[in-house]
């Protein structure tokens, strides 16, 4: 039996009690049981009128940070302030969330004290904007006959920022027409050229393409050849923001996400390394990273966390305005649906062949 059920079978049998005790009484002559029967009603009208009358009264207000990171749990505090009253009832306070956060520890039911603080924790499990609240209270007397129901307004958003994830096997690497490579595509260079800033000791983990033997012997011990960050080609990473994604039952794109995850490290690392980067789409003017400043790095990842795939525009339909307009100067990372790869990796063979870096993850 669910509890709106017992509650109504338990108001039916006190009211069928006290027209039982009523009757009897007025047919009897009883002025007992007469007198015991009105002070049931009184009892069962007056329990309605007390929930009725505290449920309008209860405010709440709550803390929680405006920006979190996806999969990191944060606190949220409810200060919720209750009328004083003689009369004990129940509160239970129930919050709502969007779908993409996860709490843990919510509250349930509290006694009437004038103000209250409810510390419980989320966990943001998609990154976006996520609306916590409003508040749902229901206000019940202690026997459980009547159940007041009331949306309180009031609702704070927090933005989820994307996770990083790595992408494997990628380093920063130096080179000629768009000069940021992987390293397992990257030409061997000869010489230091103009694209090397000097020699430097070997340490572990150098490839051993670079070890420059001229250093080398010159001074007796392994050295490598120093590349200068500053000449690293700058990334342009663009995504498929058409509804070309495979969408779950819920419309939530899991192939579109992790690709949002990848170019958020993308975002980060890279201008570590001294790499600008321009995120772009179709349809959308796209965020730039000129440096490793925190405030410039945080607004590329904001800019991420709103991204949806709505544009009516295609990126296989802007691919050869982005080579032509950039080609030059940029890496290009093209960011696209795993069914659409092989069409994008044809798409690029001719600017492959002309010279210029384009990459495809799908």
Partial sequence: MNPDSLRHAKLMA???????????????GNRQMYWMASLLGVLIGGMYLVARWLAPRVNVSRQLPAEVREGE?????????????????????????????????????LLPRQRVKIRYRVVPMRRGEHRVGPTELTVSDLL???EIRRLLPGSEDVLVLPRPVPLPNRTWEGGSRGRAH?????????????????????????????????????HQSWHVQQF???????LLI??????????????????????IRHIAWLATEAPRSG???????????????????????????????????ESHLSLAQQLHVLVQQYGEQFTLCLFVPPAERRHYESLIQPYLQRGYTLQVYA
């Fill in 14 to 28: 006190f009211m069928a009690a006290t027209s039982f005790i009523f009757c009897s009484g007025v047919m009897t």
């Fill in 73 to 109: 749990p944060f606190d949220v505090i409810l200060e919720v302030s209750l009328p004083m009253w003689r009369v004990p009832v129940w509160y239970q306070i129930r919050e709502q969330f969007s779908a993409g956060l996860e709490v843990q520890n919510t509250p349930r039911f």
């Fill in 144 to 146: 459980g006959l009547f």
């Fill in 182 to 218: 992987q390293v397992s595509s990257r030409s061997t260079s000869k010489g230091e050229g103009t694209d090397w800033h000097g020699t430097r000791e070997y340490t572990p983990g150098d490839p051993l393409r670079r070890i420059n033997w001229r250093a080398t012997a010159r």
């Fill in 228 to 234: 200068e960050t500053s000449l690293l080609a700058p």
């Fill in 238 to 259: 663009a995504i498929e923001l058409a509804p070309r994604w495979q969408r779950e039952s819920d419309g939530f794109c899991p192939d579109f996400e992790r690709a």
């Fill in 275 to 309: 790499i600008r980067v321009y995120i772009t789409g179709p349809g959308w003017e796209g965020v730039r990273i000129e440096g490793a400043s925190f405030h410039e790095v945080r607004q590329a990842l904001r800019a991420l966390a709103r991204l949806q795939p």
